[in-house]
């Protein structure tokens, strides 16, 4: 079992930075592919990035690629969503998520945390 809890959520401005942070309980949280999704009211759950278990490999939805940087520190049970550029289309409830394997599509993750609002204002 693996509780997450997203955090660094706010209002940014165009142009603008943000870091999430998605806190784990458990002593396995290590051992989990962990991804970062996002929705917004009356669409489907998007994928946006994952990171495999030791950071050593990460993948990006192209709509952030070059822009989020998602990392992560096994000894903190904490992964990171690092935002760039923001741009209005960005504002969505962004998810963080672990799975044994990862992936892009929601079914691959087990765990999910409450969500935390980002919203980029223009």
């Known amino acids: 079992q693996v509780h997450l809890v997203e955090s660094g959520g706010g209002l940014v401005q165009a142009g603008g930075s943000l870091r999430l942070s998605c806190a784990a309980s458990?002593?396995?949280?290590?051992?989990?592919?962990m991804g970062w999704f996002r929705q917004v009211p009356g669409k489907e759950r998007e994928f946006v990035a994952t990171?495999?278990?030791?950071?050593?490999?990460?993948y990006y939805a192209d709509s952030v690629k070059g822009r989020f940087t998602i990392s992560r520190d096994n000894a903190k049970n904490t992964v990171y969503l690092q935002m760039n550029s923001l741009k209005p289309e960005d504002t969505a409830v962004y998810y963080c998520?672990?799975?044994?394997?990862?992936?892009?599509?929601?079914?691959?993750?087990?765990?999910w945390g409450q969500g935390t609002q980002v919203t980029v204002s223009s």
């Open positions: 998520a672990a799975g044994n394997y990862g992936g892009l599509r929601r079914e691959e993750y087990a765990y």
């Open positions: 990171i495999n278990w030791s950071g050593g490999s990460t």
């Open positions: 458990g002593r396995t949280f290590s051992s989990y592919a």
